[in-house]
């Protein structure tokens, strides 16, 4: 696979970018605008699609991010390097609390996301000093070394959101490698919210009428065939196959819920009533996972 094939996923972060500017996560809001984060949601799942879809996406991609910070948070970790950094404003909290945020993603989304979250500091103030975006191919274990040297031999944390699910067992494999090369030398640690998210969409799916089942399971499969990878295949259909992969990869792991009552969840209120319930009952029960290399 060349770059060109990995980058037909990158539209999938503008959708990511819409929902969360539903939330109160700092930046969200100006990111989705400026990237037209609607227009590409309804050109990936349709208007009826998007229309259902703002009942659950706002509240499961603000707690993804969340409990992406929680992680960071539960490692103690400063220095950031994001993988698959999409369209995150992650970096511009890491560097106005003080430490070198990277920002990874492939050359054609650091074209669009570097200059506007360098415009969005500078407009806020934000010293942008220790701010960098690289364009990086994850499985491209040189690149993510150029891309750590920022870092300038200090000790850093890895996190992804929203990238698993479009690789295939080959190209995990391959990421896991690359990324226990970087964290052995830093003693950090690898905080995804990847590993048990087909369980999310799996449990909502049992908690919605028949119809909707039908649209959602459509609407995956084009933006499956629309960037080429398969979604559902690529999962981890059972928590033993997970377990033994990151294992075998050479990870210790620990993990906690994706909602566990730290953070507040600003699109709570806004969700219809009947899907407050069951949304929260989900985002307790599925984990983000820190995974850090066996010594
Ligand atoms: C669903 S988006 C998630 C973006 C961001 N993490 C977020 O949650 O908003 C998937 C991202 O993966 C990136 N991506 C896909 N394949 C990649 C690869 N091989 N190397 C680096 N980034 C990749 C895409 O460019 C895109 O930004």
């Not at 226990?180 to 590993?195: A, F, K, P």
Request: charge should be negative; include cysteine; aromatic fraction near 10%.
């Amino acid at each position: 696979m060349n770059v060109q094939d990995y980058s037909k996923i990158s539209p999938t972060a503008k959708m990511t970018a819409y929902w969360r500017a539903k939330s109160d996560i700092p930046h969200s809001r100006e990111v989705a605008q400026v990237m037209r984060g609607e227009d590409m949601t309804q050109q990936l799942i349709g208007q009826q699609m998007t229309s259902v879809m703002a009942q659950y996406s706002p509240m499961v991609f603000e707690a993804r991010y969340k409990a992406i910070n929680r992680g960071l948070q539960l490692c103690k970790a400063g220095n950031v390097l994001e993988l698959a950094s999409g369209l995150s404003p992650r970096g511009l909290g890491v560097v106005d609390a003080g430490y070198t945020y990277v920002g990874a993603d492939l050359p054609n989304m650091i074209a669009e996301s570097a200059p506007l979250m360098t415009s969005i500091a500078v407009h806020d103030g934000i010293d942008t000093a220790h701010l960098f975006y690289e364009a990086v191919n994850v499985l491209d274990q040189q690149q993510m070394g150029k891309a750590s040297k920022h870092f300038k031999g200090q000790s850093f944390d890895i996190c992804n959101e929203g990238l698993l699910m479009y690789l295939n067992l080959e190209e995990k494999t391959r990421l896991c490698a690359n990324i226990h090369e970087l964290l052995t030398r830093v003693r950090g640690s690898w905080i995804t919210t990847d590993i048990e998210f087909h369980f999310l969409r799996a449990k909502l799916l049992n908690s919605v009428n028949l119809e909707v089942r039908e649209m959602y399971k459509n609407a995956i499969a084009d933006i499956s065939s629309r960037v080429g990878r398969d979604m559902i295949n690529n999962e981890f259909l059972h928590i033993e196959d997970a377990t033994a992969f990151f294992t075998q990869a050479g990870f210790t792991f620990r993990r906690f819920p994706f909602y566990d009552g730290s953070y507040a969840l600003s699109t709570l209120e806004a969700a219809p009533e009947y899907v407050r319930e069951p949304l929260l009952e989900v985002l307790s029960s599925i984990h983000v996972w820190i995974l850090t290399p066996m010594l």
